[in-house]
T-cell receptor, first 114, second 113 residues
Framework: EPEVTQTPSHQVTQMGQEVILRCVPI?????FYWYRQILGQKVEFLVS????????KSEIFDDQFSVERPDGSNFTLKIRSTKLEDSAMYFC????????????FGPGTRLTVL | GQQLNQSPQSMFIQEGEDVSMNCTSS?????WLWYKQDPGEGPVLLIA?????ELTSNGRLTAQFGITRKDSFLNISASIPSDVGIYFC?????????????FGPGTSLSVIP
């Protein structure tokens, strides 16, 4: 069964460093998302991406964040200068198309900022 | 901003018991989604609901889209140990774009063998 994959599973970085989190969405899906989940809290929407551009972003997704689909398969989230409060699980999700809102999540990347 | 409330926050049940949990919102939702999350893993979609009043089953799980479009419930029948996890409701509100899905705070389920 096709699934969303994410790498790395765990990333440790120093405050102020740049990180890139990578995702491979399900191959025929058209809509892509990033969410984050701070330990013990709910899943929070960050950004949605369709047709090679951001379609919506939350207030969390400030200028330190960017997303890119550099080729036909990868979808990346870049955090330019990490802060301690960026420590969280980051989930990528994808959705097949226009007439369904069913989003399928990857296993997540645990980001630890020291 | 948009918020979902889930109750109960946590529950401890005996194996074999039925479970009921619900999710409410102050605004109308177009879609309700129920996810289960195991520790250290991503949410797994259980059931998606698209119409008010819709009742949908997935094995031992049954979920309903409330008539008012402001609530949804999830029932699990004859619980087993692997049902342990956090159950999140999520939805897409009429006040946000079709793309943005909001998650509730979750209901933590523990099953005692």
């Amino acid at each position: 069964e096709p699934e969303v994959t994410q790498t790395p599973s765990h990333q440790v970085t120093q405050m102020g460093q740049e990180v890139i989190l990578r995702c491979v969405p399900i191959s025929n899906h058209l809509y892509f998302y990033w969410y984050r989940q701070i330990l013990g809290q709910k899943v929070e929407f960050l950004v949605s991406f369709y047709n090679n551009e951001i379609s919506e972003k939350s207030e969390i997704f400030d200028d330190q964040f960017s997303v890119e689909r550099p080729d036909g398969s990868n979808f990346t989230l870049k955090i330019r200068s990490t802060k301690l409060e960026d420590s969280a699980m980051y989930f990528c999700a994808s959705r097949p198309g226009q007439f369904t809102n069913e989003q399928f999540f990857g296993p997540g990347t645990r980001l630890t900022v020291l | 901003g948009q918020q979902l409330n889930q109750s109960p926050q946590s529950m401890f049940i005996q194996e074999g018991e039925d479970v009921s949990m619900n999710c409410t919102s102050s605004s109308i939702f177009n879609t309700w989604l129920w996810y289960k999350q195991d520790p250290g893993e991503g949410p797994v979609l259980l059931i998606a609901l698209y119409k008010a009043g819709e009742l949908t089953s997935n094995g031992r799980l049954t979920a309903q889209f409330g008539i008012t479009r402001k609530d949804s419930f999830l029932n699990i029948s004859a619980s087993i140990p692997s049902d342990v996890g956090i159950y999140f409701c999520a939805g897409q509100s009429t006040k946000t774009s079709y793309d943005k899905v909001i998650f509730g705070p979750g209901t933590s389920l523990s099953v005692i063998p």
